[in-house]
């Protein structure tokens, strides 16, 4: 499991990304630093249709560079190839930004398997809690993706 750091960097080096994707309509890197099967599964041209919807809504992700995640479930390592599943959002006025993420271990980095985003109003302010891997965690909050 990646220290708290570490999940904290994955985080924001994906939405960073993914922002970047956005703003330009360009999703080749995004899909590149993926892992195999996310690259295989992806064309560029697949990732700017299905987040077409986000880029839409004209949502800047500038702000994860400095928010703090707020992860809703703790995150685990699933299945037998021990991806790592988090979970959470990044508060934000007038948006909050709710993702979950799943990276694959590639040659020992965390590599891009699976992405979910959305924009939506903000939860209700939860308490947090630290998790096992000392990552600020809180309930899970609103509906589900």
Known sequence: MPDADKILLLVRTTLLTFNDALQT???????????PGFREANTAARLAQAFAPFAAQGVDLSAVAIAAPQLTEVPVLEGPRQMLHLK???PGQPLQIDFEILYEPVANR??????SANAVPPHA?????????????SPPAGKSK
């Open 25 to 35: 309509g360009n999703f080749t890197v995004r899909r590149d630093m993926g892992a």
């Open 110 to 115: 965390w590599r891009l398997f699976g992405l």
């Open 125 to 137: 302010a939860l308490p947090t809690a630290k998790t096992p891997s000392g990552v600020p965690a």
């Open 88 to 90: 959470g959002y990044f």
